[in-house]
């Protein structure tokens, strides 16, 4: 075994996303500010930053006018304000709009801008490495660091060049550790290390389980004559039934391009739903059909995303380091946005460990003081109001649930006297096959909807085949003996980039389960909704995954 080289940190954020960068620009800003120089590395397992991120995105601007006010001067990538909105409830052939001026103020849009997040990410990079931030793409961070006291003191990444046998290849490098008095995990949503960490520390004891969405994107070039730059369109209904959360987004960026979108909610019933079919099916609309047929789709991803809310937030620290952002779950649920509440985490985070230092804390203590700024701050009172919203849907059903976040969002300003709680992890919700209706999907037309394989060439997936698959099975004999059994194998369908295939023999005997690991698009799903939790997923070769380039 080789010995792996180590490096020395004060702190080491996992994740070149919005918390990771926000905290890593206000470290060495208070650094500057005191006097107390602090020593942080940034991991970021893609290719580049910005290439596993994936967002709508209509980003909320309250975090980054705190943390870089001149933004605007210093050439940030918000050039597409919001100017025009709407709300439509789609039936299988109609479209009811909705007046914006009714929806709860959280679910409206002025002021917000129209954004590729992987292009604001690259460019808070950038002003993070200005200010000595040393950030390394291509690096995944594989495995926790812990002294004697279990307390976490950093990460190493994994070995590069081992078989898919798990044999040394010519290329064999060993890890290296990243050590740090402190660490920050904003590896964003369901985040492999996370996790590990939750678990260890029993993060979640006394909290509801969290849930998930898949949510779905693409990115369209459209005529100028149909394009509107700063457009922005919800709508809610169709495709999905009332019992299954659901809704698109439709986002009008410069450029004559149009982002388009679909999240399901991952605590469906049916397993014999498909999340990618209903995207693909919500396209085929009446109302939304014309946006796109004379348009052309450039690229494609899908990610997860957290929407438990307050109520799913695990204990944010841990005997040397704490989770930021989506790795903890910060995203509003009805403003469909959680940038702006990673970056503002990463913020709070970087200001905790800032004053631990300036006290002489040489990293042993645990920074309690994280969450107690978390608990102060706009992040808490917005995810405060918005609690009941994603709850009240699982309970009553998409219209119902609706109607409810009108009368607590709109009437009571969120401040309703109770607090409504997910009864049910993802995983534990779907009901046998034969105790739900198949669904007949439509077969891609090539216009407007497609299938997996050419929406997968679209994200620019690498992976180096000859390496362990990153997608692992506790135990091989359940995706047949349980998931094909009682559920038709749903890991077929609610992957949406065709990594699960149940393979039988020529005369249709002998099914078994084949992993296609090389399309994985990193979206946690599988991780997520196998209804054993046979499923786990760790981290591959750094840079393997999506290419975003725009998204």
């Not at 290849?169 to 660490?183: H, Q, W």
Request: with cysteine; net charge negative.
């Amino acid at each position: 075994m080789s010995e792996r080289e180590a490096m020395e940190y004060d702190v080491v954020i996992v994740g070149a996303g919005p918390a990771g960068l926000s905290a890593a620009i206000r470290l060495r800003q208070l650094a500057e500010e005191t006097g107390n120089d602090l020593a942080v590395c940034v991991l970021e397992k893609g290719s580049e930053v910005g290439a596993h991120i994936l967002s709508g995105a209509v980003l909320e601007p309250r975090a980054l006018d705190e943390l870089i006010p001149d933004w605007k001067d210093r050439g940030a990538p918000l050039n597409a304000p919001v100017s025009d909105e709407k709300f439509m409830f789609l039936t299988a052939s109609k479209a009811y709009t909705f007046p914006v001026g009714l929806l709860p103020k959280q679910m409206q849009n002025h002021g917000n801008y129209i954004v590729s997040l992987g292009n604001v990410c690259r460019w808070l990079a950038e002003r993070a490495e200005e200010l000595g931030v040393e950030i390394y793409p291509g690096f995944a961070a594989a495995e926790v660091l812990f002294d004697e006291q279990d307390r976490v003191v950093g990460v190493a990444t994994n070995d590069l060049g081992i078989a898919a046998d798990g044999s040394q290849k010519p290329s064999y490098e060993p890890g290296i550790e990243l050590r740090a008095k402190y660490t920050i995990f904003g590896e964003g949503c369901r985040g492999n290390l996370s996790q590990q960490l939750i678990a260890k520390f029993g993060l979640r004891e006394g909290r509801d389980p969290q849930t998930y969405g898949i949510g779905f994107k693409e990115l369209w070039e459209i005529p100028e004559d149909q394009h509107k730059l700063g457009t922005v369109i919800h709508t809610t209904g169709w495709p999905v039934d009332d019992k299954t959360w659901g809704g698109s987004f439709i986002y009008h960026m410069e450029g004559n391009q149009a982002c388009v979108g679909y999240v399901i909610g991952l605590d469906y019933e049916n397993p014999w739903l498909s999340p990618f079919e209903e995207f693909q099916r919500f396209k085929t609309h009446p109302a939304i059909r014309p946006m796109l047929e004379n348009g052309r789709r450039v690229s494609y991803g899908a990610r997860a995303l957290n929407e438990g809310g307050l109520q799913s937030l695990p204990k944010l620290t841990f005997p040397g380091g704490m989770l930021a952002g989506c790795s903890a779950g910060f995203l509003n649920v009805p403003k469909i946005k959680g940038s702006h509440n990673a970056m503002k985490t990463g913020m709070l985070a970087a200001e905790a460990i800032a004053e631990a230092v300036a006290e002489g804390d040489a990293g042993q203590a645990e920074l309690t003081s994280f969450t107690e700024k978390v608990e102060a701050s706009w992040v808490h009172d917005e995810l405060h109001r918005a609690r009941n919203l994603r709850p009240a849907a699982a309970r009553y059903g998409m219209a119902l649930g609706t109607l409810y976040a009108g009368f607590d969002l709109k009437l009571l300003g969120g401040k309703a006297p109770w607090t409504l709680h997910h009864k049910h992890a993802d995983h534990e919700t779907l009901k046998p096959k034969d105790k739900m209706p198949k669904i007949d999907y439509p077969k891609p037309d090539n216009v407007v909807s497609f299938d997996r394989n050419s929406s997968v060439y679209l994200a620019n997936v690498w992976h180096d085949e000859d390496q362990p698959a990153h997608l692992r099975l506790s135990d091989t004999s359940i995706p047949v003996a349980h998931n094909l059994a009682h559920y038709d194998a749903p890991e077929q369908r609610y992957c949406p980039a065709g990594v699960y295939e149940i393979v039988r023999d020529d005369d249709g005997s002998n099914p078994r389960l084949q992993i296609n690991f090389t399309n994985c698009v990193h979206c946690k799903t599988c991780d997520i909704k196998d209804p054993t939790q046979n499923i786990t997923w760790v981290t591959p070769e750094g840079g393997g995954g999506p290419n975003y380039p725009n998204m």
